[in-house]
C-alpha cells in the first residue's frame, strides 16, 4: 500500500497528469527549448533539479510557513534553487547557458514549479513531494525530448549532440526551416498533444470494450472497480 | 541615430518583431489559458500594461541605483525582481480595491495570476540587465527608453491576445476530428499565426 501511494506519486506526472499535455502549464519554456535535443535535456534537468528540491524544502517548511504570506516563502525558496542552477550552467556549460538565455531565470516563475509548491508540496510529506517533484519533471522532459527530437530531425535533418552528429539524413534532405523556428514549435506541440488525446481515446474505447464484453459473458461482476 | 527614431525602433520591435507571445513564446500560459473569451483577454491585457509599466519602472532603478552600486546585480537579481514583483501586485490589488472599483472589476481576478506571467519578470529582466534580447539596437537603457520599451512589449501582448482570442471563439465551432478538439488545434492555429508575425522579422533592419 505504502510502495503503491509512493509509486503513484512518482507516475502522476508523467503521464496521466503530464504538466505540459494535460494541465497546460510551463509552456512557454517547454515551446522556445525544444529546438535541439541537446537543449531539451539540459532544461529538462535544471527543471527536476529545481523541482525536486523546492518541494523537498517546502514541504520540510510546511510547519513554519504562514499561510498569509507563503507564495512569496515559495518563491524565495524556487529562486534560491534557480540561482544554483543559473551560475553553475554558466560557469560549466557556457555554450549551453548561451543558449537557453533567459528561459534559466524564468524557471522561478515557471507555473509548474509554483504550481506543484501550492497544490502538493504544501499539503504533503517530504518523501511524497520529492517523489511527486521528480515524476513532474520527467514527464516534462520527456516532453522536451519528444517535441526535441521532432523539430531537431525535420528542421535540420539531423540530430547533433555535444558536437558530434549522432544520425542524419544526408545532404540531399532539404530540411523545412519553419520547424526549428518558433511556429514550428506550436505545430508540433499541437500535434503531440493531439497524439496523445488520439492514444487515450483508442485506450479507453478499448477499456470499454473489454468491460462490456466480460459482461457480456457474466463472469466480470465488479470489472473495472 | 536620432532620439526619436530611437524610441520608434525600440517600441516597434518590442511590439511587433519580437513580439513577446508569438516570436518569444513568454507567458504562454496566460495566452492559451485566459484566451477562451473577448472580456476576459481585455481586463488581462489591461492588467499586464499597468503591472508591467510599474514593475519594469522599479525594478530598472533597483539595478541601476542599488544592485550595480553595490556589486550584487549578477547573483541577486532573479530574487530581487521577483520579490518587488510579487509584491507589488499584491499592493497595486488592495490599493485598486479600494480606490478604484470599477477598475477592479474589471481585471481584478488577473491581477494575483500576473505574479506568475512570465512576461512581467521578463520584460523586468530585460529593461534592467542588459544581453537577453538581442536586437541590433545598443543595450542599456535609459528611464524614459524603458518605459518605451515596457509599453511596446505589453502593447504586444495585448495586441496577440485579443487576435488569438477572436480565432479562439470561431474555431470552437469548427466541425474537427475529436483529438484535436480544444487545445491541440488552437496550437496549430496560433503556429499559422506565429508564421504571420515571422514575416515581421528584419522590419527596419531590427
Known sequence: MEVERMLGDLTRGVIKENALLKLMIGLCSALAVSVKVENALFMGMAVIFVLTSSNIVISLIRPVTPHNIRIPIFIVVVSTFVTIVDLSLRAYFPVIYARLGVWIPLIVVNCMILGRAE??????????????????????????L????IREFIGTGSITMNGNVLFSLGAGFEAPTFMITFPGAFLTFGLVQAGLNK???MMNERAARRRTSARGSGTGVGAGA | MGEL??????????????NILLIRFIALCSFFGISTSMETSIGMSLAVIFVMMVSSTLSWGLWNYILVPLGVGEFLYIPVFILVIASFVQLEEMFIRKTAPTLYRAMGIFLPLITTNCAVLAAATEVAKPGFLKM????NYTLPEAWVYTFGVALGYSVALIIFTAIRERIDFAPVPKALKGYPLAFIASALMSLAFTGFSGLLGL
Not at chain 1, 519528444?146 to 527530437?149: A, K, L, Q, S
Not at chain 2, 527614431?5 to 519580437?18: D, H, K, P, S
Request: hydrophobic share 55%; proline share 0%.
Open chain 1, 119 to 144: 497544490a502538493f508540496a504544501y499539503k504533503n510529506g517530504v518523501v511524497a513531494s520529492a517523489l511527486d517533484g521528480l515524476g513532474m519533471g520527467v514527464g516534462y522532459t520527456l516532453v522536451l
Open chain 1, 146 to 149: 519528444v517535441m526535441g527530437f
Open chain 1, 199 to 201: 492514444y487515450e481515446e
Open chain 2, 5 to 18: 527614431q530611437r524610441y520608434f525602433l525600440i517600441f516597434l520591435g518590442a511590439l511587433l518583431v519580437y
Open chain 2, 136 to 139: 541590433s539596437i545598443a543595450y
